[in-house]
């Protein structure tokens, strides 16, 4: 098996696979700073919640928003929440030089090295479920797909019929 990316702190090689990573997107109108003020915020219907981690100044402090119960959260909430982190993921990966970087780890397992979550992460103990590694290794193959796609849509036909 290939040897797999571990990706947390700001020195991991491949920390931009993190959702604290500096890189943000568009969606909805806004300008999210990064996946984790995104993800956060989806948590809430009530408005000005969600505009307080929009604008909060670092996904620590989204997360921490976003982890407060003084606003209830969706009832769908753990129905959704992987599709909410995924297209988070895939608007990430819209990037032009974060997708190169994304195919550039081949098919080696990502794996969120957190020591406190053991969903998203592997958790201390290493044997969580490593859900946001998994839906980057979904985005990284959609990605790969799609450029094939449109590689093979820009190639010229070799055996096209002359007559
Ligand atoms: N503390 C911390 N530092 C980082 O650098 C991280 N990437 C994370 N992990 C992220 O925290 C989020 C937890 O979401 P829940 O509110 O518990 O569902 C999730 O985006 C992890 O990837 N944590």
Redesign the pocket.
Same mark, same amino acid.
């Given at each position: 098996m290939a040897k797999p990316i571990h990706f #947390?702190?700001k020195t991991d090689a491949y920390h931009q696979l %993190?959702?604290?990573a500096p890189f943000g997107f568009e969606e909805g109108g806004l300008r999210w700073p990064t996946? $984790?003020h995104y #993800? *956060?915020a989806q &948590?809430f219907i009530d408005l000005g919640h969600r505009e307080r981690i929009l604008k909060a100044h670092s996904? *620590?402090q989204a &997360?921490t928003l976003?982890?407060s119960r003084a606003f209830p959260i969706r009832d769908d909430w753990d129905q959704i &929440?992987d599709a909410v982190?995924k297209h988070a993921l895939l608007k990430k990966f819209e990037d032009p030089t974060l997708r190169l970087l994304l195919l550039e780890t081949k098919s080696r397992p990502l794996i $969120?090295n %957190?020591p !406190?979550?053991r !969903?998203?992460?592997i958790g201390r103990d290493g044997k969580g479920k490593n859900v946001?590694g998994r839906l980057l290794a979904e985005v990284r193959t959609e990605i790969r797909n799609a450029d094939q796609a449109n590689t093979r849509e820009s190639a010229p036909a070799t055996h096209a019929r002359k007559f």
């Open positions: #947390f702190a %993190s959702n604290f996946v $984790e #993800f *956060q &948590k996904p *620590q &997360k976003g982890q &929440k982190m $969120e %957190s !406190y979550d !969903y998203w992460g946001l």
